[in-house]
């Protein structure tokens, strides 16, 4: 009983064990700790944007924009530190750019009736093509002041042996949770995907709620942004193409249902990994990357159905 | 008489819990049994089991003199068996006569034939009297008007047996009779019928025989005629209950709401005021407009002109937000679509408008101050439930009402709106909700009470205030109020438009 609920319950959790177990019978590298740091490092940026989409999938939305806002935030940081603004200015600046573009896709989403999908798709192609216009289709260096090494420093240097990218991504973590499990507003955001009617008559203020979810994802993919820049010491204008994927898939993962009303931070990042172990497992085992992809489409199908199945069962 | 249907031994748990106890039932041909019990008896539960919803632990079903096992409700369908179902289960985007056609669409040369489903869907609503366009989506009509959408695609089956599970609850006296003679019209083409209502008098007027539950376990059957009203509750709650409507005479304090020359969707030019400490009943007929009024009050339904007052002072309604900021609570009259999320917990869905009592500034739920609210709650209104975790979807149609008034309760609003809070409930149960709407009437809380059931209007409200076509009326103290009055000056506007 209690632990078929736990299975049940867990099941992605379970997934990523067993996947992990098999990469380390077929490759014995697999396990040692830096291969370990280098896949939570390589995962961090989408996990971190996939937090984000885990409150917009809740609210049964979708956020297309997070790639090309990861890559005009990219371009805005990259160009505030070649101006040596100081770096808090910097950081902050370009997380609100993110928030703010986030912001005006739950806009147009909540007063003008856009469906999320496609408000986030113009968003999408808007945000890439003032991304192209602003760095005229070049990478935007970081340049060579003081502020540019701490930057560098932010997203490519470790505390305790523990690289940034991924500290970042557990403090993202806990105060997603905290938000979504322990708060009014975490509340709401579940009650808008379970029943938005059901939520509007229960005095909630649907509209600035949802507003308030694009603007987390917005914010959060201009902190992936940020942390992809400073890796490169430069603002790449076609980053984060096709990233929105990549986040969904960790989101489905993770057991959240795109029909909105459920779902757990906690997943997400599983789901996350899930996908970070297999980028990992099939480029140490010498995968090509086109074989990669089948791979990886194969492995999300495979999870889905499992996770779809027990539902029709429960 | 024929036997249509038999059961035997039924048994059904849901994770661990026993819900149905070796239950045994008979349905015959030209006869309508009724199915009683208390909320969470497990009456929804064994209907599940006949349609093929559910799948029964142990036990057999005889249908037609064979044993049977529905693996869906499909199946049973085809196999002639129809079932209206207590939470109404059609699609709001979906047109009425897509609604009554779902999934057996006619086809001709793969191409649906829209103009048959149209016409024979306004064939079975005209035989319940609805002057429904088929062609409306379902969304747009009253709850009243959806059941007996629902109502009209059970007869579309041309089912042996129909399994009507609470039809009743959402209909007037007026739509109630109309479905009674279609009943009786039923019974005499020798179809097998199984009738769930909490409304007692339903089942004397209507059945021939009666089944009742309590607890999972079926402890009477026999003709409706051997039975008194007082040994049918007895069998139910097994215990004696006495006085159905306990009133209480209000001893009314200021004027607590002012309504004045009050215009919206669905309401005209009404006016009225209630105080603290009474309760004020709202009659009419299905579309007078009485739920348009009580959504214009709590914000949902847009002003077109007038004013609402709360203690003497004007009050801004643009959404329920502001309707809750004035310490509104409103009860809906469809808890489905509009009062619980029914994928999410009880106790989430208990506290989801008074969450602010829990919540610090910074908007941290204190959630074991919730906890403790929460089961109190299920403990004061004897909600029938594991604990407060379980999902609303799998608690019975009673006990979801009462988690849906439990709900407006706990921001403690000034003024409290019930649309039709018995629906669905237990005669038990309503009782417990009459002696806790007279509590809070003495506790100061000004209640307006919007009720289909008219003994339950005349029982408990202090004054009634009627509605026709979205005007007021005619306005009664209790002690004029009789069934008669209020009758005449429901249908009054209906006939001069
Ligand atoms: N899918 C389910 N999962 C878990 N428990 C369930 C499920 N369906 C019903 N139950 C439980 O079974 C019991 C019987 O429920 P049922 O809906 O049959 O009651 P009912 O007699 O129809 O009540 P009501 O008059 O309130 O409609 C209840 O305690 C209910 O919580
Ligand atoms: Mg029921």
Redesign the interface.
Known sequence: MKLNTFISENKSLIGLIILMAAVSFANANFLGVDNMLNILRQTSINAVIAMGMTFVIITAGIDLSVGSILAFAGAICASLIGMDTPLVIALLVTIIVGAGLGATSGVIISYFNVQPFIATLVGMTMIRGATLVYTQGRPISTGYFDVAESFYQFGAGYILGIPNPVILMIVIFALCWFILSQTRFGRHVYAIGGNENVARLSGINVKKVKILVYALSGALAALAGIILTARLESAQPTAGLGYELDAIAAVVLGGTSLAGGKGRIFGTIIGALIIGVLNNALNIMDVSSYYQMIAKGAVILLAVVVDSRGKSNA | MTILLELQGIEKSFS?INVLKSVDLTIRAGRVVALAGENGAGKSTLMKIISGIYQRDAGTVVYNGKEVTFANARQSMDAGIGIIHQELNLLPELSVAENIYLGREPTKLGKIQWDVIESQSKKYLAQLKQDIDPKTPLGKLSIAQQQMVEIAKALSLNAEVIIMDEPTDALTDIETAVLFEVVDELRAQGKGLVFISHRLGEIFQMCDDIAILRDGEMVHQGPVAEITEDELIRHMVGRELSDQYPFVPATPGDVRIEVENLTAHGAKEISFSAHAGEVVGFAGLVGAGRTELAKAI?G?NPIQSGTVKIDGKPIRLR???D???AQIG?V?EDRK????????ELG?NMT??G??RF?NV????N?ASEAVTISEYIEAFAIKTRDANTIISNLSGGNQQKVSIA?SLV?EPKVLILDEPTRGVDVGAKREIYTLINKLKAEGLCILLISSDMPELLGISDRIHVLSSGKLTGSFDRDEATQENIMRCAVAGQTNG
Not at chain 2, 337 to 344: A, N, R, T
Not at chain 2, 362 to 365: D, E, H, R, S
């Open positions: 661990g709590f949902e959404s329920p937000q309707g809750v900021k409103y809906t679509q509009e009062g619980l999320v029914q994928s999410q989430t989801l408008t969450l602010d919540c910074l908007g941290f739920v959630k709900k921001p």
